[in-house]
């Protein structure tokens, strides 16, 4: 759960300032891509993990209400349900404490046990708000069948490379880029280089979101630019779990790399022009004529 606070500017080191408002708001890296995949018209079947108690209920409810399957979502018993405390100031820019509670218990054998989730999808989406492990073995379980495998490495963290070789999309932003590649990003040929190194170990497509200026594709083949939208940044929470997800469905449709970055970029766009988390991702068809209009 998002406990969201607006304030003019962020308080320094030991300050205590007025905010301008409160907001309790479901939020949650994966709840948030699988929310964006559903409103953006997709099957798809949520696999986590709450506490027993009103804010797990409340993300449960959420979730479906959204049209996301949540059969797969587990209930821990003595822990307390995720949440992430987030200030947002007058220019939408964010920063989050995240307390992961029960998003802890999401074991490997918790997995194991909803593996038909896994079996029925074509993509499999993973970020890293649940254990490593868990994560590590999801994929490995997902490739084995075939499945097209995204994972988002955020927060950052090191991985090693029997995550990183089943892999077949990382999508990073310059900080967890570093993370994960070991490498100083401070211009647009360390990015390159950081990607190859990254490549090399196993992954097929690198996308590196950097916030307005766009993001970029690289691959085995080659590197592509993508430039973002202009728009009117209110609140930049979920900017990237919206990209990430809008990303899964653009590939599960069959499009081509650039097309998918594309109508993602565009999902990302119209996300940081709303206030919250999931109540900031919007539906394929007001997509669809955000597209339209900036053609």
């Known amino acids: ?63 479906r209400n959204d049209g996301v399957d949540t059969s797969s979502v587990s209930v821990a018993d003595g822990v307390s349900t995720g949440i992430a405390a987030i200030t947002v100031d007058t220019e939408g820019n964010n920063c989050i404490i ?20 896994i079996e029925e999808a074509s993509v499999v989406v993973a970020q890293l708000e649940v254990p490593i492990e868990t994560v590590k073995s999801g994929l490995r379980m997902a490739r084995r069948l075939g499945k097209t495998t995204i994972l988002n490495p955020a927060p950052a963290a090191v991985l090693d490379d029997d995550m990183l070789e089943n892999v077949d999309v990382l999508i990073p932003n310059e900080t967890e880029l570093e993370a994960v590649s070991g490498m100083k990003i401070r211009t647009d040929d360390d990015v390159l280089a950081a990607a190859q190194l990254l490549i090399e170990k196993g992954v097929r497509e690198l996308i590196v979101t950097l916030g307005e200026k766009g993001c970029i594709h690289i691959n085995k083949q080659g590197f592509s630019s993508h430039k973002a939208h202009k728009v009117r940044a209110v609140d930049t929470t979920a900017a990237g779990d919206s990209f990430t997800g809008a990303l899964a469905v653009a590939i599960s449709e069959g499009k081509e790399m650039a097309d998918a970055i594309a109508f993602a970029t565009a999902v990302g766009a119209l996300t940081v022009m709303k206030e919250g988390a999931q109540s900031s991702l919007p539906l394929r068809t007001e997509v669809e004529a955000f597209i339209r209009n900036m053609a």
């Open 98 to 117: 995240v307390v992961p509670g029960a998003n802890d218990m999401l074991t490997v054998e918790r997995l194991r046990a909803v593996r038909n989730a």
């Open 1 to 63: 759960m998002d406990l969201v606070t607006y304030a003019s500017r962020m308080p320094k080191m030991g300050e205590t300032i007025i905010g301008k408002s409160f907001m309790q708001i479901p939020g949650g890296k994966g709840a948030n891509q699988a929310d964006a995949i559903a409103k953006l018209g997709l099957a798809v079947k949520m696999v986590g993990c709450v506490g027993a108690d009103e804010l797990g209920n409340t993300l449960i409810h959420s979730l």
